[in-house]
């Protein structure tokens, strides 16, 4: 069988670092293929090599036997080839039919035909068993789930020939993704050839008939996915022996912190909430403890660590620091009071892309000694190389701007941003999201090794497994409210969603 | 050779380059100084002199445009501050003497620096869009320097405040040493104190810079206010040099040729990351071309065609569009770029 695309001994490098290095790829028709690797492996750059937003340095890329040199999206669109972003890049303002169609409306005399559009858009919809979906609504008006299927809709009408699908599960539900799942193998059993990346192994192995996996730039191989373990695959992907694997993939030992009576917890608060936000919370946080916030995409734990550190201003309840009844109006406050908060949108709330990663990763700390005390070169110096060291940052290059880091990495530098803070209490929110296995072991072993040395940690994550591997104590929210506060001695997932499911405790 | 071409200020200086050597090719003795009286005469010199309050002010404009911000008031206060020393010193009982000049400077900057506190007031506590609260200074500041003035164009005579704008100093004259000390200290106050880091924090990313704990008021308040105070100083040269405070036309458009000389200089109207040398490059072009189309002998109907012509060239040149452009006519066509470079 002849692939549609076929990349060969494919570079691209940025400044300080080298993205791609001798890649080659294949991808057939009527197969769903799955880019593997760690975050910074260079998923993300092949992908964008494909599509014309990164030129390549050297390599060829073909497209059904032809050559092609891609500059721009348009191109690569005009090649055939189609890409489903993780956010989806529709225009909310606009109705379906209109966001299928945008610049390819059928016309007469002129002037955009609406009948035609309506009765086109209903044929594609239909096509994706998406009947339900009224052409003439809102696109804001539906879930990420729909808008990414008519995002695959609009790729279906324009007959794409490749479909790219970036993480496009990362925020959906359980559902969600089987209608996803029908909707690709329908594709893929047409003809359409499907790259598909994401960092949910199980949905891979489900959805994959191939793999390709690359690690640090460089090509591992290609494999068929039934011939190919997970276990196998996860060694390749982070490179390392099974040994090893299997330690890292031991749950972090330590012994549960007491939380007896007598201690006085670092962060308490009573009925904490917000007008049209979150309400009820009473929450405490011990010396020493990891407190894991569960619930499901949307029941308000990002609401709750705002109010905390003060990013939103918390208009109902009290909140005590040490027994201390504190008012937080601001980050700063909550700062000056030893709290430190990574947020889940790394790009527009973590990351200063144009700075460089010794500039990202001393912010904080620059920040509470204010701009006339600038921290010596030489302070800035060792603590940058001691924390990327610490958290195997890579590229190990201090003066690399943030923005050409992976997720993974740029995620280990803003972690590291309030780790030279000292804080006596971490909020983390999503810490581990679109992260590699490795990176994703080493912050939860990090998480640990904090809270024994005595650190406070409230612990956000979607993924309830994790959150139950990494706290004491589980604090579950549901529909915008704190609804029970588990200790947790062998609570497993099924209890956990129990509550989830029943209410109260 | 490649490499050099990419730096940020690779373009801006080959521009200011080009434009010495085309005045040298039609003027001869163009590049050369001459000392007459223990003065350095010579067009370099001029050039230098005359963008001074140009560069001052363009100096400040830097820091505010890297916090995303733009200061159009500064031609106002460039008026209010000649207004107000020239006034004092017409009404002062001995318009002569030292201390008369000295006090109208204390005046001019300390109006300077009333009025920046009044414009980050406006942006950084109310929160007013930076264009709108400055554009209110902008044209309010007109309407006060001629209540300042009476309406009257006022001349004074103090030979210690002429040589403000009009003397020299070391053989050089002393605008230019006042412009290079400010920007020196411009330079070691945002760059020895992590001033610069975060205005550009605050630039790039304003949310993500508030959870980091930034106090951004603090940092947008001080760049409004150092942008007023250039602004002030530029005013006390622009009306020492000529001996008087003119209300009307004191520093008219004299934003416009800030702004510009920032955006030449290669700092992004986006806020982010800043040059305070490539501003200085950027307004010695802007001056330079001006003294061009005297050398050239351009005539004055074309002399803003002219000027826009260069203008768009050298931000043309730092496009990463137009030099991919550029080089796939030159070579083989070469794809996308993959950095984004301000323009």
Redesign the interface.
Request: net charge positive.
């Given at each position: 069988m002849v692939p549609v695309v076929e990349m060969t001994d494919i570079a691209?490098g940025?400044?300080g670092v080298k993205a791609l290095d001798g890649v080659n790829f294949r991808l057939f028709p009527g197969e769903v293929h799955a880019l593997m690797g760690e975050n910074g492996a260079g998923k993300s750059t092949l992908i964008k090599a494909l599509t014309?937003?990164?030129?390549?340095d050297s390599g060829t890329v073909t497209v059904l036997g032809e050559h092609k040199?891609?500059?721009?999206p348009a191109a690569s669109q005009a090649a055939g080839i189609s890409t489903v972003y993780q956010e989806v890049n529709l225009c909310p303002n606009l109705t379906v039919e209109e966001n299928v169609l945008l610049g390819r409306e059928p016309r007469r005399r002129g002037s955009i035909d609406w009948k035609g559009v309506r009765s086109r858009t209903r044929e594609v919809l239909a096509e994706l068993h998406l009947d339900q979906v009224d052409p003439g609504s809102l696109l804001s008006s539906h879930s990420i789930a729909v808008q990414q299927l008519i995002a695959i809709a609009r790729s279906v009408e324009i007959n794409a020939k490749v479909l790219i699908l970036d993480e496009p599960t990362s925020s959906l539900d359980a559902d969600e993704v089987n209608q996803l799942f029908r909707v690709i193998r329908d594709l893929r059993d047409r003809g359409v050839a499907i790259l598909f990346v994401s960092h949910f192994l199980e949905q891979v192995y489900d959805i994959s008939d191939r793999m390709t996996v690359l690690r640090n730039g460089k090509l591992v191989g290609e494999y068929m996915t039934r011939d190919l373990s997970r276990m196998g695959l996860i060694s390749k992907m982070i490179g390392r022996e099974m040994e090893a694997l299997a330690e890292l993939d031991q749950a972090p030992a330590r012994t549960r912190a007491r939380t007896d009576s007598g201690v006085t917890p670092f962060l308490e608060t009573r009925g904490l909430g917000r007008k049209g936000s979150v309400s009820h919370v009473d929450l405490s946080v011990y010396p020493g403890e990891v407190v894991g916030l569960a619930g499901l995409l949307g029941a308000g734990r990002t609401e709750i660590a705002r109010l905390i550190?003060g990013?939103d201003k918390a208009d109902e309840g009290s909140m005590a620091i040490k027994g201390a009844s504190q008012r937080i109006r601001?980050?700063?406050t909550a700062?000056d009071l030893r709290i430190g908060?990574c947020?889940e949108d790394r790009k527009?709330?973590?990351?200063?892309?144009?700075?460089s990663v010794r500039?990202n990763l001393v912010?904080?700390m620059?920040?509470?000694?204010?701009?006339?005390?600038?921290?010596p070169r030489r302070v800035q110096d060792e603590l940058v190389a001691e924390y990327i060291q610490a958290l195997d940052v890579r590229p190990a290059n201090p003066d690399a701007l943030i923005r050409n880091l992976s997720g993974g990495n740029q995620q280990k530098v803003l972690l590291a941003?309030w780790l030279v803070t000292h804080p006596e209490l971490l909020i983390l929110d999503e810490p581990t999201r679109g992260i590699d296995i490795g990176a994703k072991t080493q912050i939860q072993k990090l998480v640990s090794q904090l809270a024994a040395d005595g650190m406070s940690i409230l612990f956000i994550s979607s993924e309830l497994e994790e959150v139950l591997r990494v706290s004491d104590r589980i604090a579950v929210i549901k529909d915008r409210a704190m609804v029970a506060d588990i200790n947790n001695d062998d609570v497993s997932v099924e209890d956990v969603m129990t509550v989830i499911a029943g209410g109260a405790q | 050779m490649k490499s050099l071409l990419k730096h940020r200020l690779a373009w801006p200086v080959i521009a200011l380059a080009a434009l010495l050597l085309l005045n040298q090719v039609f003027r001869p003795d163009f590049l050369s100084l001459r000392m007459q009286d223990g003065h350095l005469y010579g067009s370099l010199i001029d050039i230098m002199r005359n963008g001074a309050p140009t560069i001052l002010i363009a100096l400040g404009m830097t820091l505010v445009i890297a916090t995303r911000g733009i200061d159009l008031s500064v031609g106002a206060v460039v008026a209010i501050a000649g207004a107000a020393s020239c006034a004092y010193i017409a009404a002062s009982p001995e318009p002569g003497s030292p201390v008369t000049a000295a006090t109208a400077v204390l005046i001019a900057v300390i109006a300077g620096l009333a009025l920046g506190i009044w414009n980050g007031f406006l942006v950084s506590t109310i929160g007013v869009q930076p264009i709108i609260a400055t554009l209110v200074l902008m044209t309010a500041g007109r309407g006060i320097a001629q209540l300042i003035t009476g309406g009257q164009i006022i001349s004074v005579s103090n030979d210690p405040y002429k040589s403000i704008g009009a003397g020299y100093l070391l053989t050089l004259p002393i605008s230019i040493l006042i412009t290079a000390a400010v920007f020196i200290l411009a330079a070691v106050l945002t760059r020895?104190?992590?001033?610069g880091?975060?205005i550009?924090?605050v630039g790039?990313?304003p949310?993500?810079?508030?959870?980091?704990?930034?106090?951004s008021r603090?940092?947008i308040w001080?760049v409004y206010v150092f942008s007023a105070v250039c602004a002030a100083i530029a005013g006390l040269m622009i009306s020492s040099n000529v001996t008087a405070a003119d209300a009307n036309n004191a520093g008219l458009y004299i934003e416009m040729d800030a702004i510009l000389a920032v955006v030449i200089g290669g700092t992004s109207l986006a806020g982010?990351?800043y040059t305070l040398v490539g501003t200085v490059v950027g307004a010695f072009i802007i001056q330079t071309l001006t003294t061009t189309v005297y050398t050239l002998g351009i005539p004055p109907e074309v002399t803003l065609v002219f000027k826009a012509l260069v203008v768009i060239t050298v931000c043309l040149l730092q496009a990463p569009k137009a030099r991919n452009l550029l080089s796939s006519l030159k070579a083989a066509?070469?794809?996308?770029?993959?950095?984004k470079v301000a323009i």
């Open positions: 691209i940025f400044p014309g937003v990164y030129s390549i040199q891609f500059s721009t550190f990013a601001s980050p700063r700062i908060f947020s527009e709330e973590g990351l200063i892309g144009d700075l500039d912010l904080a620059q920040a509470s000694k204010g701009w006339a005390r600038r921290i941003r | 020895r104190t992590a001033l880091t975060l550009e924090a790039i990313n949310v993500a810079s508030r959870l980091a704990g930034l106090r603090n940092i001080i982010g990351r066509p070469k794809p996308a770029a993959k950095e």
